[in-house]
Structure formats: structure tokens, C-alpha cells
């Protein structure tokens, strides 16, 4: 079933006609793509989760092999979470576990709290924290770049981040930061950036958290009811997410598990698939209805 045939589809409430892809065998796992507005195909199969999981990757709308909607005001994220209700239905789950990575994860916080019923396991992966409001520090940054002081392009990336903190970033500078973004800077994760530049939907990104997308207050006190168990996975070395945040966001859940993977940036099934699939895979294999600590 990985991948081969016709990219299935299914109809939106709005109709346009969204795809998905199908990778691996197992208990479904429906996965949201960060970016925002990336291709799913980034994701990969997630570091080898597809053999252990069978991976449902939307194309949110207007990326991939989904259609681009009548209305582009249907980009901004909360006018999505019909899109993944949807997407359950087709597939015919009652409930459905769910991975959504970075800006996916306002997707699935403001999923999780219209629908907490059709929620079974949650893992949001270095999660953005737009949608539950929460305040990401420009020296919390600063502090997990300066993990990085011996690493040889440290010095240009520190001075870029400096400058984007301060609020005088260039484009130049936002580029110049892309190291601090992963475990390694190597040939893999340039490939990663740059297929970035060519995977997103720069109309659909701009219109995600456009005005009205988020009510942090409504979004945190459901969040807060929520009985499904959730795991928080940050990188170690991620400026988007550092650790104080990340501990932050696993406090709106009552039921959550944070864990920081050593060595890791934004994209952790990349830097180091072992200790990614260990984590995942234990966390989604548990059973019970509440923290699998």
C-alpha cells in the first residue's frame, strides 16, 4: 500500500477536492504538515514511521495534490479544522490518533479543541505556539543558539539571529539562521531547506494566521479538558521551540508527556531517526485513556 496507485482523495464541506497519501500498514496515523502550508511530501515517511504505523499525510489545501480552494480566505487555519474532520470521515475512524509538526500543530490544537471526542493519541512535534498564544522569548532563543558556539558557522548565524531578534532581520539574516534550525548542518539538511522554498504556498502561508485564526483563551481552556494523552516533542537545539516553551505548551494538556530529543533541531525524525522512532512508537503504542507516563 506505501505510496503506490492513485493518490486518493476526498471532498472538503467547501468542495474543494483534497488529497492524502498513504504510507506503510498498521494503525493509521493521520499526519499535518507544518510550513505553514507545505507540502506534505517534506514529512517523508517520518524516519521510518511507516513501518510501524500506516501514515496519512493531508495535502492541506492548495498544496501538493489538493486543489486550490474558490475562496483563499479558506486558508487561514481555523477554517481547516472542518478540512481534517473531513479527512476522519472518509477514512471511517470514530477516532483517530494524530502527528501535526510545527505550524500543523495550530491546526490540530484548534482540531483537538472543536472535536476532543474524535481525538484518540496526539503527538505535536515541535509545535508551533501561535494558536494557544504562548510567548517564545528572544533570549530563550539566544540561549539554545549559544548550544551551538563550537560549531564552525556559529559566529555569521548567531550575529543573523541577533539581528532578527532585535527585530532588524533581513531576508538575508532569516536564511543565515537556518543552522540553528537542525541537529546537523550538513548536505541533508540544506537539501531540507531549500526543498522548503519550492514546497510552500506563499499566498496559503500568508492567509494561515491571518486575523480571526486563533482565540488562544478558547483554544487553552479545551485543551485543558482534553482526556486523550498527548506527547510533546521538541529538539534540543531548536530556536523555534525552545525548552522553556515546549514545557509550557505540554502544561495546556493534562495529560501530556514532554520530551526533548537530545541533538535534535525542528525536524527530529531527520537528525536522528532512531531515537525518534523509539519515542514515537512507544508513546503511540501504550494503551489507556490518559497519560502514558
Known sequence: MAGSGPTPTFTAPDGTLLAYHVFGDGPPLVCLPGGPMRDSAYLGQ???????????????????????????????????????????????????????????????????GRHPERVGRLVMLTPSVMGVGITITGESRIATARLRRDEPWYPAAYA????????????????????????????????????????????????????????????????????APVLVLAGEFDVSLPQSAAVEYAALFPHARLLVQPGAGHAPWLDDPERFLAATTEFLATTGARNPA
Open 46 to 112: 517520518l524516519g521510518g514511521l511507516s513501518a510501524h504505523r500506516q501514515l496519512i499525510m493531508l495535502d492541506l489545501r492548495g498544496t501538493g495534490r489538493s486543489e486550490v480552494p474558490a475562496d483563499t480566505g479558506s486558508y487561514r487555519c481555523d477554517r481547516q479544522v472542518e478540512d481534517v474532520e473531513a479527512l476522519r470521515a472518509h477514512l471511517g475512524l470514530d477516532r483517530m490518533d494524530l502527528l501535526a509538526h510545527s505550524a500543523g500543530a495550530n491546526l490540530a490544537a484548534l482540531y483537538t
Open 160 to 227: 543573523a539571529l541577533e539581528a532578527v531578534v532585535a527585530g532588524q532581520g533581513s531576508a538575508d539574516s532569516w536564511q543565515a539562521i537556518a543552522p540553528f534550525l537542525h541537529g546537523r548542518w550538513d548536505d541533508a539538511a540544506r537539501a531540507y531547506d531549500a526543498a522548503d522554498e519550492v514546497r510552500k504556498n506563499a499566498e496559503a502561508t500568508a492567509a494561515y494566521a491571518g486575523e480571526g485564526a486563533f482565540d488562544p483563551d478558547t483554544t487553552r481552556k479545551a485543551l485543558a479538558g482534553l482526556d
